[in-house]
Every structure is written in structure tokens, then in C-alpha cells.
């Protein structure tokens, strides 16, 4: 429990408290908060509360930065040291901030008062294909049931490296791409914006903790020590862009143009309770990618379609319980080749889908290329995703009694420049 309110439905528990970077109309600095009900714990004004020697990084404490960076480069401990203390500060168990009335008003900042930013320097960004289901489906439609899983497939976490520059904070919108595209019956390919834009539900992870050094790769059974927090994620992805360019090097242009996260970073600590056994993974993989420890999350995560001066509805439920790859082996695998990964880098997990229809995570799935288009309450269609379409990713964990959400991830489609 905690002398903050926080109502019955909220996610934002006192077994959350997630890490985010916001702002206020009165105060535009950037700054470190932790969510608390329908309140924002501001870092930067109790940081003098916690006075740990080892979060001093240059003669700052990392509690003011303007990014979660530093903070994450700490260790695991250091990590539960800063979470303990959060939590005693909420419950009262600590009456540091409870009995200074002057403290909490300056320290407590309404959440609907409050502008979200990225919550760390993105510096490297990669995206795995780590999903059997989807990529069965994928595979189905492009090459047959036979073929669907290319032959590594089974054998190494899939992934390419993404780019980190368009990556966005949740309510920022999203332009258009244009691009090349060819299709089957033409001759030549032709220029203009993109007809097949789709979403592509994912989570990823942000590394942490001191980063290991090039050459040095970081042993699966270390990995988890590395993973600081997970976010939603939506892969923007322009799928005529995308089919045209993706031999023989894979995605580039038909994914650049955006990717957008939620702004609430979930710590692994608060994620414990909802580990569950591991995909079961056949033919086992190399051992450099086992680990008997190793672990998936029972996470709820919901989709849905807000179309323009419309209502949103459904169009997926799954669960990140079906990944068939884990973190920590995709951790793993990124730096088995002594890749040097950096406190704040991003991974994610590729798109999330479950073994039904209703929980597939893309539209080239959930319409099946087109071919089983969605109808909406105003009776308009949806093959893929038109302008003015906003996409609403959220996620939840509960079990006995604890209550875990990573808020919302949503995006806006803005019409294509005209080029």
C-alpha cells in the first residue's frame, strides 16, 4: 500500500514503478520520474534522499540527469537499492517525503500534467524476428507451408539493426514513408507513398549495467544482469517498401521512417513474479545460448484500431509468453561475436503473435495480406492501416494480487509528404 492514492485500476502500482523522463508547462527541464498512480514522482527533487555512494557517475547523481542513462549503467544491486528506497519512501515505511508537506508537493507531479520523452539516449537499436507464430505465418504467405521457417530459423535468434534516430516516444505521430515499391504485374518499379503501412506489436529491452567491452562477449548466464527495464513497441513497418528492397539484405528504408515505445520503463525486479517457462525450443540450441535459468513473462498485450473521429476497438490479444527466443538469449547471441553493447542500446523482441488469429500482432497477419480485410463499427474496411489511423498498444501482468502495466504505446498516421 501506498499514501499516494492510486485508484483500483490503475498499473501503476506500488509493485511497479516504472522509470520514465518528463516535463512540465512550469518547468522544462527533462527529469528522471517514477509513476505512482495517476502521480509522478519526481527523482530530481528527493534525490538528495538517496545517497548511495555509487550513484555519483562525474560528480553528478544520476538521479538528476535529464535521461536514464547513467542510472542504467549501474549494477543490478545498485538498481534494487534505488527500487527499495522508492518503495519505502511510497509506503511510509520511510516518513522522509510523507511528513514534509513543502517535499511532496514540489515531489508528487500529476501524470495528466506531464509531457513524456524518451527515456534514454538510444545509441544502438536492434530488432529479432523472435516469434515462431509470426514467423510461420510470414513464411506461409511468401513461400508455402513447406517453407515457411528459413533453415537457421530454429537455430539462431534472427535480427537485424535497426535505426535509432526515428525511434519515438508514445503520442508522437507518424508520417507516411514514401518509397520504391514494384509490384508482381509491373515491369518496373514505380515511386510514391506507401499503400501497405502496418504496425508490428513487439517489446523490447534496454541494456544496463556496465557495458561490456569490444571483444568480450557477454555469457548468456551473465545476461540477465544486463537487462535494465522493458517498454511497449510498435515497428512501423511499409510492406510494399519492404518486399521490394528486402533481398538480398533485409529491411532497411520500409523500416527507418519510425518506431515508437511507451514511456514507461518496466524494471526487471517488478517483472519477477511473471516469469514462466520458456517456449520449448527444438532441435535445443547451442550452448551458447542455453541457459536452465532462463525465462519467458506471462504479459498480457492488447492492439487496437482507433480510426480518424472514431472509436478504437480490439483487433489482437496475445501474450509475450510465446516468444520462442528469450532476452537473454538474444542478448547473447548480439554479443557472442564480442559486440560491444552500451547502457541505453535497444532490443527488441520483432513482432508478438499468438497461435490464433484473434492474436496475431500485425495486420499482414490479422488480414492476411489483405485478403480478410477488418470491418469497423462504421462499417469502413482495413487491409492496412489508412491516414489519420491511430494504433493503441497496451500491456499488463497480474497475479495474486500484484498488478504490473507498462501504460500505452500509440501513434497517429500523418498523410505522406508529396515529393
Known sequence: MSW???PATSQFTIDNLPYGVFSTSNNSTHRIGVAIGDHILDL???????????????GEHVLTKSTLNDFMSLSPS????????IQDLLSGKDKSLENDLCLRRTALVEQKEATMHLPATIGDYTDFYSSIYHATNVGIMFRGKENALM????HIPVG????????????????????QTKN????????GPCRLLDFELEMAFFVGNTANQLGQPIPIVEAQDHIFGMVLMNDWSARDIQKWEYVPLGPFLSKNFGTT???WVVPMEALEPFKVEMYKQEPEPLNYLKDKNDFGLDINLNVQLK??????????????RHMYWSMKQQLAHQTITGCNVNPGDLLASGTISGPEPESYGSMLEITWRGSKPITLPDGSQRKFIQDGDEIILSGFCERDGIKIGFGQCRGVVLPALAL
Open 4 to 6: 499516494v492514492p492510486i
Open 44 to 58: 530530481k527533487v528527493v534525490h538528495h534522499l538517496f545517497n548511495f555512494e555509487k550513484l555519483i557517475k562525474s
Open 78 to 85: 545498485e538498481w534494487h537499492q534505488v527500487r527499495v528506497k
Open 151 to 154: 533453415p537457421n530459423w530454429r
Open 160 to 179: 537485424y539493426h535497426g535505426r535509432a534516430s526515428s525511434i519515438v516516444v508514445s503520442e508522437t505521430p507518424i508520417r507516411r514513408p514514401n518509397g
Open 184 to 191: 508482381d504485374d509491373e515491369s518496373k518499379p514505380g515511386f
Open 261 to 263: 515505445i511507451s514511456p
Open 307 to 320: 480510426p480518424q473521429n472514431g472509436e478504437p476497438i480490439t483487433i489482437s490479444n496475445t501474450n509475450f
